[in-house]
Structure formats: C-alpha cells, structure tokens
C-alpha cells in the first residue's frame, strides 16, 4: 500500500511536497554552509564558480542534501527526491559535464525546475548531491509545468 508523506523543504521554501512512496524518508536539508567541505577555500572558490553560471543566490544560502561517504543523506533519501522533482517539475538541461582541469574535478549534472526552486543534481567522485535555489535567483528559468500547479493547489 502507497500512502503519502508530506516532506516540508526548508523554512526557505514556501510549498510543501507530497512523496507517493512508502516509508519515505524526510531529509533534512542543509546549507551548503553546513556540508563538511565547506571549510576548505579552494572547494568554496570552486563552488562560487560553478553556482554562478546558475543562479545570483550566494554559495552558502544554496540548499541541497547530499551523499557523501560519511552522509549526512542516504542514496536512496536523494534518489526518491529526484524521482519526485523529475516527475513533476521541468528538466531544463540533461547530462551536463562540469569539468575543471586546473582542479582535477569532473561532475555530470542536470538542471529542473518544480515550482518555485531550480535543482540541479550532481554526481561527483565524492558523492550525489541536489542543490537547490530561488527560480527568482536562477539565471535559467522555465514556465510553471501545469502538472506542478495542479498538484500543489
């Protein structure tokens, strides 16, 4: 049997979301601020970088949850948020490589918009991770999907 479970995103976002799946986990999202990463300069500089070619919002206000080797999310607490947002929302881009020679760093990425927030999936040497920001921020936006309206009213 499916039931629904409502996971409420952070204070930042407006909306809540219903998960058509049992047993669902609510993960905690954080601030990029908050990752354990955060500390090192040369990742901060790196993120600023990449962030800026999405959204205006400041690197340490994105929110995402992440999978790391030492957490603080599961791989399938990400995957069963991704298949909501796939679902519902609008791929803006797909199979998107982000690559920095100087740093040694490769990524595959996809952009989505569901409602009000873009995400962009990320899947790294160090894990999986979905960040999330403002549409008002974002420097790539789409209409409302009217499959996200009817759902959320």
Known sequence: ???KIQTTFPKAFPKTITFDVQGAPRPKWLYVRQLPNYIS???REFGTMIFSGFTKTKIEDIQCIAC???GPHQSFELNRVLGHIAKYGQKISDNGIVESL???YKADIA???LGEYQFLAVVDFAGKYIYAWPVADAKTQVALSSRYA???S
């Open 1 to 3: 049997m499916t039931t």
């Open 41 to 43: 300069a040369q990742i």
């Open 68 to 70: 790391l080797a030492t």
């Open 102 to 104: 100087r740093l040694q």
């Open 111 to 113: 952009l989505y918009q």
């Open 150 to 152: 009817m759902i959320m």
